[in-house]
């Protein structure tokens, strides 16, 4: 099974910080590689597909990056309603996801 | 509006079984692949199974193989997830949620308590 470590697995930011969190998969994805945004109480969000793309919908704050076995989520400006949980996931070889990075005050 | 609802959660007995019930509405569901997650504090997101548009090909994690059936029925917009030989680490909140790759459309989610 491809494992997931995400980095952080927990931080403490302020509105207007630029927020990264890192993935680190245990062999190289091909770009197979998304990440999710989760508030408490809810369902996960997709924010980042395929290493890169932005979903519809998801402010320009958030992006993507990274290739083979590293990728990066970076919040560009922390907005209050970005306090939340953010998972990476992996499509390369079925499907698995990080152990999440809680972005906190 | 694009929404998928799930239902059939519940408190079952070790070893008992459940069927988890998924309502998609607001897209043309026969065109895409369906999923079941499941999340829980001791073993965070975990992907549990996937079904095809067709219903002709359904893939399953480890953890669940055997024991957990995913279907779908086109007719009325429904994936399914039949559980059986449910064990105490099957507790968590189920997810349905869209996509081949990447899950764009989650529900709520079930909560399934497995307890004596």
């Known amino acids: 099974d491809i494992q997931l470590t995400q980095s952080p697995s927990s931080l403490s930011a302020s509105v207007g910080d630029r927020v990264t969190i890192t993935c680190q998969a245990s062999q190289s994805l091909n770009g197979h590689l998304h990440w999710y945004q989760q508030r408490p109480g809810e369902a996960p969000r997709l924010l980042i597909y395929?290493?890169?793309g932005l979903q519809r919908g998801v402010p320009s704050r958030f992006s993507g990056s990274g290739s083979a076995t590293k990728f990066t989520l970076t919040i560009s400006s922390l907005q209050p309603e970005d306090f939340a949980t953010y998972y990476c996931q992996q499509s390369y070889n079925s499907k698995t996801f990080g152990q999440g990075s809680r972005v906190e005050v | 509006q694009v929404n998928v609802v799930e239902s059939g959660g519940g408190l079952v007995r070790p070893g008992g079984s459940l069927r988890l019930s998924c309502a998609a509405s607001?897209?043309?569901?026969?065109?895409?692949?369906m999923n079941w997650v499941r999340q829980s504090p001791e073993k965070g997101l975990e992907w549990l199974s996937h079904i095809s548009p067709s219903g002709s090909n359904m893939y399953y994690a480890d953890s669940v193989k055997g024991r957990f059936t995913i279907s779908r029925d086109n007719a009325r917009n429904f994936v399914y997830l039949d559980m059986s030989r449910l064990r105490a680490d099957d507790t968590a909140i189920y997810y349905c949620?869209?996509?081949?790759?990447?899950?764009?459309?989650w529900g709520r989610g079930t909560l399934v308590s497995v307890s004596s």
């Open positions: 949620a869209r996509g081949l790759d990447a899950f764009d459309v």
């Open positions: 607001g897209f043309t569901f026969i065109n895409y692949n």
């Open positions: 395929e290493a890169s």
